[in-house]
């Protein structure tokens, strides 16, 4: 890998007592997409909350072009599990958020904004609800609104869990295409093994239950490429117990 532009180093993360992980190291190079794979409740989200710079990990750093930024909001682009868009804004007025919340002025956040409803396939849906939309159209509002937090290092958790099989095939293949024009590079958390091989090159495997007090871990780290997809499904799927 190039130098990396993203990089957790030995993270433990709890909330209050409960501790959740420890030993959370982890690196994304540019343009790469990595993915974070692991069981409901072994504590991906939280990690991410991390990362994002929401809460304080208890120990370790997060580094963003070698520059720490561990507990500092702000400096990595984050969508939420859910798409959470506010219902009764616009869909333009949505994606535009960002930028008013950092000040820009209402109309030239939505002149940005607007100018990139085509990339984002949402051309027509500036003035709808989101109500108004189907959950793909919905999740590449999100994408949008996330983009336009203007980092160059997305986390994304869970983007395509909520479509149906067909729409997440779509969106995951537009993502993957769209991520490399954008010069972005992203931390994607998936339930889907599928999903991983599709998109990733690399994918860490997260193992734990924190609740039942088994503090979660990095079990494995997975290189993905053609060549070697099947053994990287197996083992994602051996890893998730599901095989
Ligand atoms: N805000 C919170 N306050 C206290 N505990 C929390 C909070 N959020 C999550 N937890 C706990 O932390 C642990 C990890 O939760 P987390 O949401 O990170 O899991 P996850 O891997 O994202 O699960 P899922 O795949 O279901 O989204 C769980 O035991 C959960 O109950
Ligand atoms: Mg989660």
């Given at each position: 890998?190039?130098?990396?532009?993203?990089?957790?180093?030995?993270?433990?993360?709890?909330?209050?007592?409960?501790?959740?992980?420890?030993?959370?190291?982890?690196?994304?190079?540019?343009?790469?997409?990595?993915?974070?794979?692991?069981?409901?409740?072994?504590?991906?989200?939280?990690?991410?909350?991390?990362?994002?710079?929401?809460?304080?990990?208890?120990?370790?750093?997060?580094?963003?072009?070698g520059e720490d930024?561990?507990?500092?909001?702000?400096?990595?682009?984050?969508?939420?599990?859910?798409?959470?868009?506010?219902?009764?804004?616009?869909?333009?007025?949505?994606?535009?958020?960002?930028?008013?919340?950092?000040?820009?002025?209402?109309?030239?956040?939505?002149?940005?904004?607007?100018?990139l409803f085509a990339?984002?396939?949402?051309?027509?849906?500036?003035?709808?609800?989101?109500?108004?939309?189907?959950?793909?159209?919905?999740?590449?509002?999100?994408?949008?609104?996330?983009?336009?937090?203007?980092?160059?290092?997305?986390?994304?958790?869970?983007?395509?869990?909520?479509?149906?099989?067909?729409?997440?095939?779509?969106?995951?293949?537009?993502?993957?295409?769209?991520?490399?024009?954008?010069?972005?590079?992203?931390?994607?958390?998936?339930?889907?093994?599928?999903?991983?091989?599709?998109?990733?090159?690399?994918?860490?495997?997260?193992?734990?239950?924190?609740?039942?007090?088994?503090?979660?871990?990095?079990?494995?780290?997975?290189?993905?490429?053609?060549a070697n997809s099947?053994?990287?499904?197996?083992?994602?799927?051996?890893?998730?117990?599901?095989?």
């Open positions: 890998m190039a130098a990396p532009v993203f990089e957790a180093q030995d993270l433990e993360l709890a909330w209050g007592d409960l501790k959740v992980a420890e030993g959370i190291s982890l690196a994304v190079g540019a343009g790469e997409t990595v993915c974070i794979v692991g069981r409901s409740g072994c504590g991906k989200s939280t990690l991410f909350h991390a990362l994002a710079g929401l809460g304080k990990p208890v120990s370790g750093r997060v580094l963003l072009h930024i561990t507990g500092v909001p702000g400096r990595v682009s984050y969508m939420l599990q859910k798409d959470l868009l506010l219902p009764s804004r616009s869909i333009l007025d949505n994606a535009a958020l960002p930028l008013v919340l950092r000040g820009v002025d209402k109309r030239a956040a939505r002149e940005k904004a607007r100018e990339t984002f396939g949402l051309e027509g849906t500036e003035d709808l609800w989101p109500a108004q939309l189907s959950g793909g159209m919905r999740q590449r509002a999100a994408l949008l609104r996330t983009y336009l937090m203007d980092n160059d290092v997305v986390l994304l958790d869970e983007p395509f869990s909520a479509l149906d099989a067909i729409t997440r095939v779509e969106l995951r293949r537009w993502f993957a295409k769209m991520i490399g024009e954008l010069g972005l590079s992203a931390l994607v958390i998936t339930h889907d093994v599928d999903e991983a091989i599709d998109l990733a090159s690399s994918a860490y495997v997260l193992d734990g239950n924190p609740r039942k007090g088994v503090v979660t871990h990095i079990s494995d780290e997975i290189a993905i490429d053609a099947d053994a990287a499904r197996g083992r994602m799927l051996e890893a998730l117990s599901l095989s």
